[in-house]
T-cell receptor, first 115, second 111 residues
C-alpha cells in the first residue's frame, strides 16, 4: 500500500537555526498538509497546499514557516530561526482530493528537538 | 467553536470488552468525522469515518455512532484486543479543509 514517507525521523537543531523537514506524499495525491503534535498534546493543523500554493494556514503558521514543492515528488516544511517551543512531532499528510471522499493519509512524522 | 472535545483521556479495558470513546463539537459546518489510530512512533492512521447524514457506521469490530442534534459522535470497539492498545483521535473536517483533532484517548486493553 502506498505510504507517505518523511525524513529525517529525528532532527536535532540548535535554537535559532533553520531546519527543513521533508515529505514524499503518495504519488497520485494532489493535496498536501503539515500538522504538528507537541508531546502529550493533540495534533494541530499547520498548512495545506494545492496546485503549488498554500490553500489554508493556521494561526500557528506565521512568517517563521514556509512550504515548498521543489519537484514532482517532495513537499518540504522550512522553519526559520527555530525556537524551543518548535520542538514537536511534525506530520505530513496527503490526499487525492479534498473532502471526506478522499481521506488524509499521514506519514510517521519527524521528531524535531530544538536545543 | 473550532474545537473538538474528546473523552476520556485514558481508558483501560479487559480483553473482550467494549471500548467507548466520545467526542463533541460545536461547529455545525463540520461535515466529515474520521477516527484515527496512532501507535507509538507512528503517524495517525485512518480507522473509520462517517458523514453527518448517517447515524451509524460499522466496519468489523469498529462502530461510529453519530448524533447530529447533540453534536456528538463516538467510537465503539467491540471485543477489544491487546493489539488495539493505542491512542485514538477523533477529528472533524469542513468541506475538505483542515482536520481538527480531539485531545486523544490512550486505550489500554489488558490480556
Amino acid at each position: 500500500e502506498p505510504e507517505v514517507t518523511q525524513t529525517p525521523s529525528h532532527q536535532v537543531t540548535q535554537m535559532g537555526q533553520e531546519v527543513i523537514l521533508r515529505c514524499v506524499p503518495i504519488s497520485n495525491h494532489l493535496y498536501f498538509y503539515w500538522y504538528r503534535q507537541i508531546l502529550g498534546q493533540k495534533v494541530e493543523f499547520l498548512v495545506s497546499f494545492y496546485n503549488n500554493e498554500i490553500s489554508e494556514k493556521s494561526e500557528i503558521f506565521d512568517d517563521q514557516f514556509s512550504v515548498e514543492r521543489p519537484d514532482g515528488s517532495n513537499f518540504t516544511l522550512k522553519i526559520r530561526s527555530t525556537k524551543l517551543e518548535d520542538s514537536a512531532m511534525y506530520f505530513c499528510a496527503s490526499s487525492r482530493d479534498r473532502g471526506g471522499n478522499q481521506p488524509q493519509h499521514f506519514g510517521d512524522g519527524t521528531r524535531l528537538s530544538i536545543l | 467553536q473550532q474545537q473538538v472535545k474528546q473523552s476520556p483521556q485514558s481508558l483501560i479495558v479487559q480483553k473482550g470488552g467494549i471500548s467507548i470513546i466520545n467526542c463533541a463539537y460545536e461547529n455545525t459546518a463540520f461535515d466529515y468525522f474520521p477516527w484515527y489510530q496512532q501507535f507509538p512512533g507512528k503517524g495517525p492512521a485512518l480507522l473509520i469515518a462517517i458523514r453527518p447524514d448517517v447515524s451509524e457506521k460499522k466496519e468489523g469490530r469498529f462502530t461510529i455512532s453519530f448524533n447530529k442534534s447533540a453534536k456528538q459522535f463516538s467510537l465503539h470497539i467491540m471485543d477489544s484486543q491487546p493489539g488495539d492498545s493505542a491512542t485514538y483521535f477523533c477529528a472533524a473536517e469542513t468541506s475538505g479543509s483542515r482536520l481538527t483533532f480531539g485531545e486523544g484517548t490512550q486505550l489500554t486493553v489488558n490480556p
